[in-house]
């Protein structure tokens, strides 16, 4: 009898968590980055992380490496609730919502103060605001890098007068724009697409984080590395809307506590890693450069000029707002 009343329960047991995991919400996510990468390991414990508060309630699938969608169909995908979440860069919205490309600005959004505060700011929120007007709802601003790196084969890209006539990879229209103030000559494409782009000799140069040259593996393709405060970046995480409100409160609180513990921990892995990135490559044979004072401004001189002018035409009155807003912080 005893043996019949604990085979009973065990099955009881199999089967009241076989019915609960079939009831836990998918939240499938998508994003383009490498398993390798800082931002794609911290996504990894951020699912967890939510899992874990939702007591398993959530159940949290994420798709790296572009797997599900590809970079420019991750946010119809969302939109359209063809999956649930996604990671995009800022400036993947381009002309969508040209107000994400101000932390671009060349050589003037890198100071780690100011990033620390960018979460939860009024420059944040506006964006958000923007991202709610396109039918997704953000939940996570996961700082990726405030040190780009210009990667090149033969010859270092230091000065502006190195960079003519160079192909190199492009970001967007707006960014692209101090590329070509610089006479070199960009072509836009994901970070996915830059390897391969190198090796055939379709592009020149890199142009991508510090970080991501060494993931990425540019080493194998590329000699040399300038390490330069470019501009920063985020990956942010949004969702569909409609799923979001599905959620009930409990779920939600889930979510945004291990997302504000998440955006915590993209400050400081980023850093780490950004850190660490210049002695790997070094490791691997480039020779790593890292911009002087000077050098910055010689290079700020000529490429912010033509960014600001497309950037306050693409946006309007909000880009000048921004742009105040972040003196104001």
Not at 9 to 36: C, D, N, Y
Not at 145 to 151: H, K, L, Q
Not at 223 to 248: A, R
Request: aromatic share 8%; charged share 20%.
């Amino acid at each position: 009898m005893k043996r019949f009343i604990c085979l009973s329960l065990a099955a009881a047991i199999i089967a009241w968590s076989g019915a609960a995991w079939a009831e836990a919400t998918v939240m499938r996510v998508s994003h383009q980055l490498p398993p390798k990468h800082h931002i794609a390991k911290l996504v990894e414990s951020w699912a967890a992380d939510i899992e874990a508060r939702s007591d398993g309630s959530i159940d949290v699938q994420v798709f790296p490496a572009n797997q599900a969608f590809k970079p420019k169909e991750n946010f119809p995908a969302v939109a359209r609730g063809k999956i649930e979440a996604a990671l995009s860069v800022n400036f993947q919205w381009g002309k969508t919502i040209p107000e994400m490309n101000v932390t671009l600005k060349p050589y003037s959004f890198t100071d780690l103060a100011l990033l620390e505060k960018f979460s939860g700011s009024p420059v944040a929120e506006f964006l958000q605001q923007k991202l709610e007007a396109k039918g997704v709802h953000n939940i996570a601003w996961l700082f990726t890098t405030r040190m780009s790196a210009y990667t090149s084969k033969g010859m270092a890209l230091i000065k502006p007068a190195d960079f003519k006539g160079v192909k190199i990879r492009g970001l967007n229209k707006l960014v692209d724009s101090g590329l070509v103030a610089l006479g070199a000559a960009p072509s836009a494409m994901s970070g996915s697409q830059v390897y391969q782009a190198l090796q055939t000799g379709v592009i020149d140069a890199g142009l991508t984080d510090i970080s991501a040259a060494y993931s990425r593996k540019y080493y194998e393709v590329q000699d040399h590395v300038t390490v330069s405060p470019l501009f920063s970046v985020y990956f942010h995480v949004y969702v569909n809307k409609d799923w979001w409100s599905g959620l009930d409160e409990a779920q939600r609180k889930a979510i945004m506590d291990a997302s504000a513990k998440a955006e915590a921990e993209a400050l400081v892995i980023t850093e780490e890693s950004a850190g660490k990135a210049p002695g790997q490559l070094a490791e691997k044979g480039m020779k790593v450069h890292v911009h002087t004072a000077e050098e910055i401004a010689a290079m700020r001189a000529i490429m912010d000029p033509p960014f600001t002018k497309a950037f306050l035409e693409a946006s309007g009155e909000n880009g000048q707002k921004l742009l105040d807003m972040i003196s104001a912080m």
